[in-house]
């Protein structure tokens, strides 16, 4: 049927128009494509069958991964509790908890001299030679040498005797919570918190690091700041650990006042604040940045009756700023990003005082293929745009360089001569009718 002015397309045929528009695209000809039935196969986009044996067999190995980490860990167990804990310093005998697997000496000096090795029972007792058991658990080392001496004293009347620690006890501990890996791991009087939850492979990304709980048997919970310990270092904060103890690292509550820290660096994210916190004591607190970040460029982002205000604490002496809930702290990136008519667009290390037009060189820009007149520069933090070849180049710029007028048309051109090519094709072989 002819219906004037008009083209009638039969949709049941449309699809080798399509392909053949496809194939135009690709820089391949319709006989080409068809000639080649491998390379054609190759080259389109028909997705391909799942493997599921693969998948299957990811999971036994898995499967047999943990079972090979699990043997490991109780080797490294065993391997542990028969070598001498690592000390920071000394043992201070009134503050040294005695327990159960903890190793004495008993010596004895005069008309005999012997070295007794005892050692504290499961049920919390040392067997004393000729005085018998006696009941140390719980007590400080101090306090145990202090009993056994005096009850043993009449039993040696003519000797000298003493009692001494030789190997510290291992017992278990329960770290749970935002951890990497959850679970209960072996650890000694002298291990701290920060010990056992770098055994459990750190904090997870939603881990709320001020607010570490250390719940002891007895209902007693004592509280550890892992933040504020990695930025001073304070040993005083990091508190030892006994059997049994529960370390829990609890996941950020985003029903309390939080900030959003963004930026190009690891510890992005959003944070609690504390009561009264200041942006200084909370960068401190959280390390987001280098030695060589720019401090000057930090930026406090905040709403306030629907109006958005930008300061520059660092910038301004307002160091001590205090933070808001849902302020949003942006850090500066030690990177620009370069994209657009490029040969190699990506993320590029920040030189202070190169120009839109250093990065483009950098990037591959060629004056055939790019457009360096028309260059755009925007930050994505302030959300402004500047143009041209010479416009300075900030940490965190985006640095976007079009196509050259030439490239335009040339693809521009091959568009039109693929439509052409698509619609003389359909006209040969009948499928367009006037």
Same mark, same amino acid.
């Given at each position: 049927m002819?219906?004037?002015?008009?083209?009638?397309?039969?949709?049941?045929?449309?699809?080798?128009?399509?392909?053949?528009?496809?194939?135009?695209?690709?820089?391949k000809?319709?006989?080409q494509g068809?000639?080649?039935? &491998?390379?054609?196969?190759?080259?389109?986009?028909l997705?391909?069958a799942?493997?599921f044996?693969?998948?299957?067999?990811s999971?036994?190995?898995?499967?047999?991964?943990?079972?090979?980490?699990?043997?490991? +860990?109780?080797?490294?167990?065993q &391997?542990l509790?028969?070598?001498?804990a690592?000390?920071?310093k000394?043992?201070?005998?009134?503050?040294?908890?005695?327990?159960?697997?903890d190793?004495f000496s008993?010596?004895?000096?005069?008309?005999m001299?012997?070295?007794?090795?005892?050692?504290?029972?499961?049920?919390g !007792?040392?067997?004393?030679?000729?005085?018998?058991?006696?009941?140390?658990?719980?007590?400080?080392?101090?306090?145990? !040498?202090?009993?056994?001496l005096?009850?043993?004293?009449?039993?040696?009347?003519?000797?000298?005797?003493?009692?001494?620690?030789?190997?510290?006890?291992?017992?278990?501990?329960?770290?749970?919570?935002?951890v990497?890996?959850?679970?209960?791991?072996?650890?000694?009087?002298?291990?701290?918190?920060?010990?056992?939850?770098?055994?459990?492979?750190?904090?997870?990304?939603?881990?709320n690091?001020?607010?570490?709980?250390?719940?002891?048997?007895?209902?007693?919970?004592?509280?550890?700041?892992?933040?504020?310990?990695?930025?001073?270092?304070?040993?005083?904060?990091?508190?030892?650990v006994?059997?049994?103890d529960?370390?829990?690292?609890?996941?950020?509550?985003?029903?309390?006042r &939080?900030?959003?820290?963004?930026?190009?660096?690891?510890?992005?994210?959003?944070?609690p604040?504390?009561?009264n916190?200041n942006?200084?004591?909370?960068?401190?607190?959280?390390?987001?940045?280098? +030695?060589?970040?720019?401090?000057?460029?930090?930026?406090?982002? +905040?709403?306030?009756?629907?109006?958005?205000?930008?300061? !520059?604490?660092?910038?301004?002496?307002?160091?001590k700023?205090?933070?808001?809930?849902? =302020?949003?702290?942006v850090?500066p990136?030690?990177?620009?990003?370069? !994209?657009?008519?490029?040969?190699n667009?990506?993320?590029?290390?920040?030189?202070?005082?190169?120009?839109?037009?250093?990065y483009?060189?950098?990037a591959?820009?060629?004056?055939?293929s790019?457009?360096?007149?028309?260059?755009?520069?925007?930050?994505?933090?302030?959300?402004?745009? +500047?143009?041209?070849?010479?416009?300075?180049?900030?940490?965190? =710029?985006?640095? =976007?360089l079009?196509?050259?007028?030439?490239?335009?048309?040339? =693809?521009?051109?091959?568009?039109?001569?693929a439509?052409?090519?698509?619609f003389?094709?359909?006209?040969?072989?009948?499928?367009l009718?006037?």
């Open positions: 002819k219906i004037q002015n008009h083209y009638f397309i039969d949709s049941q045929r449309l699809f080798p128009i399509l392909l053949v528009l496809l194939m135009a695209f690709a820089g000809s319709f006989a068809f000639d080649d039935e &491998t390379e054609w196969r190759k080259q389109s986009s997705p391909t799942v493997d044996s693969k998948l299957f067999e999971e036994e190995t898995a499967k047999e991964d943990f079972e090979d980490a699990k043997r490991k +860990r109780e080797s490294d167990i &391997t509790m028969s070598k001498p690592a000390l920071e000394a043992i201070d005998p009134d503050n040294y908890i005695v327990g159960p697997g190793v008993f010596n004895i000096w005069g008309a001299e012997m070295q007794i090795p005892v050692v504290v029972s499961p049920e !007792k040392l067997s004393i030679p000729s005085v018998g058991e006696v009941d140390v658990d719980g007590l400080s080392l101090s306090k145990v !040498k202090s009993i056994v005096e009850q043993a004293k009449p039993f040696y009347e003519k000797s000298e005797i003493s009692l001494s620690l030789e190997m510290l006890r291992y017992f278990r501990v329960h770290v749970v919570g935002a990497q890996y959850p679970g209960t791991y072996v650890a000694n009087p002298t291990s701290r918190i920060s010990e056992l939850i770098e055994e459990a492979g750190g904090i997870s990304g939603w881990a690091t001020s607010l570490i709980e250390l719940r002891k048997e007895n209902g007693d919970t004592a509280y550890f700041n892992l933040s504020i310990f990695k930025a001073t270092g304070d040993l005083s904060s990091d508190l030892f006994h059997g049994g529960v370390i829990f690292v609890p996941p950020i509550d985003l029903a309390s &939080t900030v959003i820290v963004e930026g190009d660096f690891k510890k992005g994210g959003r944070y604040i504390l009561e916190e942006i200084y004591d909370f960068l401190l607190r959280i390390g987001p940045f280098s +030695r060589s970040a720019n401090l000057s460029e930090i930026s406090v982002i +905040r709403r306030v009756e629907g109006k958005v205000q930008i300061k !520059k604490p660092f910038a301004s002496g307002q160091e700023m205090l933070l808001e809930n849902d =302020d949003r702290v850090i990136s030690e990177f620009v990003y370069v !994209k657009g008519a490029v040969q667009p990506g993320a590029y290390p920040f030189v202070a005082n190169l120009t839109a037009r250093d483009a060189g950098m591959g820009g060629s004056y055939q790019t457009n360096i007149k028309g260059v755009k520069v925007y930050n994505r933090y302030t959300g402004k745009t +500047r143009k041209g070849p010479e416009t300075l180049i900030e940490a965190g =710029d985006v640095v =976007d079009p196509q050259s007028w030439g490239n335009r048309v040339r =693809d521009l051109a091959q568009v039109v001569s439509i052409a090519s698509v003389l094709a359909a006209k040969a072989i009948g499928l009718e006037k």
